[in-house]
Nanobody
Framework: QVQLVESEGALVQAGGSLRLSCAAS????????MGWYRQAPGKQRELVAR???????NYADSVKGRFTISRDNAKNTVYLQMNSLKLEDTAVYFC?????????WGQGTQVTVSP
């Protein structure tokens, strides 16, 4: 079992920056991949970015060049650095981990971008 705890979200002005973190606990040795998804009101949950245990990353087209995902394996923590935030980035952000063919989710954290 893997437990994921996300940092608090925030209200940020458009053009601003925010860093989210997600700390994993439990059977962290089994984690193959961690990532961030988001869900805006009335929309489906979508992938934002993810990173494998070897450090390979992929991003949604909408965030490429603005967001950066990274991980600290010693701390079992994954980060999402969000720059140049846009109104359309407003959503609940969920941390995700793939371990032993099971997916685990954090509780979600609200990010709101204001004009």
């Amino acid at each position: 079992q893997v437990q994921l705890v996300e940092s608090e979200g925030a209200l940020v002005q458009a053009g601003g920056s925010l860093r989210l973190s997600c700390a994993a606990s439990g059977t962290t040795w089994s984690i193959l991949r961690m990532g961030w998804y988001r869900q805006a009101p009335g929309k489906q949950r979508e992938l934002v970015a993810r990173i494998t245990s070897s450090g390979s990353t992929n991003y949604a087209d909408s965030v490429k060049g603005r967001f950066t995902i990274s991980r600290d394996n010693a701390k079992n923590t994954v980060y999402l650095q969000m720059n140049s935030l846009k109104l359309e980035d407003t959503a609940v952000y969920f941390c995700n981990a793939l371990a032993n063919l099971n997916e685990y989710w954090g509780q979600g954290t609200q990010v709101t971008v204001s004009p």
